[in-house]
């Protein structure tokens, strides 16, 4: 399948976690197929919430939805 932004490159379907991603090299566009999307927020709401967002330590661990995206 082709990419649906730039139409010039072949999407890269990629699984992480249990969730299928398409992606393209080209523009970097992310694609997720039916299904996909509420799989991430399901995860998104079972995830403990930082307590102060004003704080970002130099640091600081990565999020799951940012090993999916790796």
């Known amino acids: 399948m ?4 730039c139409s010039q490159s072949p999407l890269v379907i990629s699984e992480r976690q249990g969730v299928e991603i398409d992606y393209c090299a080209r523009c970097r566009g992310v694609w997720l197929d039916r299904g996909e999307l509420d ?3 399901e995860r ?4 403990p919430r930082p307590r102060d967002r004003s704080y970002a330590p130099r640091n600081r661990r990565s999020s799951w939805l940012g090993e999916i995206f790796d």
């Open 39 to 41: 799989k991430l927020i």
């Open 2 to 5: 082709q990419c649906p932004q």
């Open 44 to 47: 998104s709401a079972d995830m």
